[in-house]
């Protein structure tokens, strides 16, 4: 899907947003099949292109399947463990591919992943939102503040160090994960950093993210002028 957004100066920015599924739990796969999506999202002219929450290498499903809370149980420690080992890790260059394709193709890139942060320790992991910029730059990393529900069992709590902007063309980006994104002090946060263009991320489920990509389309709108 493309979305051109046009002020009332006539400034562009064409957004590829990214509909597709990891190749689940599996690292490498997915991004390799995330590199191509790039890659055509720069075919077809985007200036930046955007993937889901918890693409890279998939969201946690197994947990409310599977009875996830139950205590010293094999399967959950088995399950987790090949969780953080699939999860990513970018001291290890695990997102260099990204950055490559992201300065060649001179678009930026948002995606979700699971990343395992040698800066918080290495043994957590965290449902973490990166920006790529058109150079190939990796400008922030924003872990996800309050897992929801279950995910609570698998993710770390974030912080606010990633609650930042970037400007792209006349723009300024601001990224959220999920319900962040109905979070009135963290949205406020964007804002006030000039925030005119917001990219909300989810794993899926329709009813929410109608509910929220309506409310930021229509404020969007607003501001640029053509609503």
Known sequence: MLIDIATK????????????APLWLNRDATIAKIL???????????????????ILPGYPFWI??????????????????????????????????????A??????????CIERAQDRGG????????????????????RKLMPTYEERLVWAQGDGHGLRVHRLGAFTIG?????????????????????????AIWPGGLHNTQDITLWVRSKVERKAGIW
Not at 179 to 189: D, G, I, K, Q, T
């Open 9 to 20: 100066h006539r400034d562009q920015l064409t957004i590829g947003l990214a509909q597709i």
């Open 36 to 54: 191509r999506t790039v890659e055509d999202a720069a075919d077809k002219h985007c200036h930046i292109v955007v993937f889901g929450e918890a």
């Open 64 to 101: 409310e399947r599977t009875n996830g809370a139950r205590f010293n149980s094999p399967l959950q420690k088995d399950f987790y463990a090949y969780y953080l080992d699939q999860a990513i890790h970018v001291e290890s260059g695990h997102l260099r591919p990204l950055c490559v394709v």
């Open 103 to 112: 300065r060649e193709k001179r678009i930026a890139i948002v995606v979700g």
């Open 123 to 142: 043994h957590s992991v965290y449902c973490s939102l990166v920006y790529i910029d058109q150079y190939g730059e990796i400008q922030a990393i924003h």
């Open 175 to 199: 990224c959220l994960n999920c319900w962040e994104n109905w979070m009135p002090l963290v949205r406020s946060a964007l804002y006030a950093q000039g925030e005119d263009l917001h990219i």
